[in-house]
Nanobody
């Protein structure tokens, strides 16, 4: 069973930046495509961004395009999500997921527990 752990969330002012990290047990992340999803209070979980195993392919949701950058360091078994120009509407729990690249939750069988991002206005 792949265990994913997110970190890097926190409270930031609008316009600020955060870098989220996702790591996995036993160097297993390298064999998966990885996606980030988020869920705001009272809303459904939504796709944010994904990256292929090699890191060569990425796909961004329109809501974060131009403000977010996903990257991965397979030697460190870690995927990063750099978020700049944060807005209050980015407030959510951010989840890292491992599976087959795509924008749908069912494409990712492995999920972390999430990290809270709160953006104050």
């Amino acid at each position: 069973q792949v265990q994913l752990v997110e970190s890097g969330g926190g409270l930031v002012q609008a316009g600020g930046s955060l870098r989220l990290s996702c790591t996995a047990s036993l160097r297993t992340l390298v064999i998966y495509d990885v996606g980030w999803f988020r869920q705001a209070p009272g809303k459904e979980r939504e796709f944010v961004v994904s990256i292929s195993m090699s890191g060569a392919s990425t796909f961004y949701a329109d809501s974060v395009k131009g403000r977010a950058t996903i990257s991965r360091n397979n030697a460190e078994n870690t995927v990063y999500l750099q978020m700049n120009g944060l807005k209050p509407e980015d407030t959510a729990v951010y989840y890292c997921a491992a599976g087959s690249t795509g924008r749908y939750s069912h494409q990712y069988p492995h999920w972390g527990q999430g990290t809270q991002v709160t953006v104050s206005s």
